[in-house]
């Protein structure tokens, strides 16, 4: 049965540090690339991040590169998003997804964990 379950999430001052970890089973977790997205109240989902399968490459939306990294243990079947400088704008529920790298069509989700920046 596939899993994804994310953790890390909490209420955190502006300025702060958050890490939220995803971890997978039931897959090949070495054959996905995963995402981090987020769904601010109000709004709709958002892409955040992605690491490609071998970890060798990432990506970031515009607002909140420089901030966050992702990075992923192959061998823990985990992956991870550390968000730096946090703004209250950050405040969202933050998923994971997984999707496979032959494709796209197969990808999974968790039920995300919500981060609120707020002091």
């Known amino acids: 049965q596939v899993q994804l379950v994310e953790s890390g999430g909490g209420l955190v001052q502006p300025g702060g540090s958050l890490r939220l970890s995803c971890a997978a089973s039931g897959f090949t977790f070495s054959t996905y690339t995963m995402n981090w997205y987020r769904q601010a109240p109000g709004k709709e989902r958002e892409w955040v991040a992605l690491i490609t399968d071998t970890g060798g490459s990432t990506n970031y939306a515009d607002s909140v590169k420089g901030r966050f990294t992702i990075s992923r243990d192959n061998a823990k079947r985990t992956v991870y998003l550390q968000m730096n400088s946090l703004k209250p704008e950050d405040t969202a529920v933050y998923y994971c997804?997984?999707?496979?790298?032959?494709?796209?069509?197969?990808?999974?989700w968790g039920k995300g964990t919500l981060v609120t920046v707020s002091s």
């Open positions: 997804n997984a999707r496979n790298i032959k494709s796209a069509l197969i990808n999974y």
